[in-house]
């Protein structure tokens, strides 16, 4: 029988999640250095666990390893945040495609509540209110998705990537749709409408979109715009 890997210690794991966690909600910003005694003091772990957990990190693609530096949080660059995008996407479709059963009454009464408390953070809380009612109400949707080895891999996906208060909510009213897209959520599962939810899902997953860039005259028209000006001169 082929030996087996031996399993991630569970403090380990938790380490690695709580540094992913604060690089997630922007408290070790991108581009900044991770100093190992100063993650030793702030988590409570030894030298040889925060170094492990940062190595695990570097595979994931959140933290950055340079050559006789050390460790950074890795950049975001607007590609990488695509492709993590579209990996979310293609996950998260493929749960509110298994989300089809009736949903447990109780269940709905606590999406709804969670939906609700998001609402509010959006109305009255503060930024770190408004993202951990968002992530609860997200690990709360997520334990309605039969596959669980499915669910883990999309928490790890939303992990890796910067909380949405660093990225979608930085667009005028986009939090407020978020917050809509919530209840929207909730009521498609009430209703059994598979096809509704999968949709909102996908809206919700989707970029801000970018401001467009200034529209160019073609050189024609520059020209043109040229010659009128000189004359009316």
Known sequence: MADELPALPPEARALETAIARDIHAGVLAPGSWLKQIALQERYGRSRG??????????????????????YRVRGMEDSWLDELRQVRLILETAAAALMTGPVDRADLARLRGLAETFSQAV???????????????????????PNRELAR?????????????????????????SA????????????????????????HIRAPQRPQPLAVPPARERRRSVTDASSAD
């Open 49 to 70: 666990d925060v170094r492990r957990a940062l190595d695990k990190l570097v595979a994931q693609r959140l933290v950055q390893q340079v050559r006789n530096f050390g």
């Open 123 to 145: 109305a009255h809380g503060t930024i770190l209110q408004q993202n951990e009612a968002n992530l609860a109400f997200h690990n709360g949707l997520l334990e309605l998705c």
């Open 153 to 177: 891999m999309i928490a790890e996906t939303r992990m890796r990537m910067p909380a949405a208060p660093l990225t979608q909510w930085s667009q005028p009213g986009w939090i407020e749709e």
């Open 180 to 203: 809509r897209h919530h209840h929207a959520m909730v009521d498609a599962l009430e209703s059994g409408d598979q096809q509704a939810f999968a949709s909102v899902v996908r809206a």
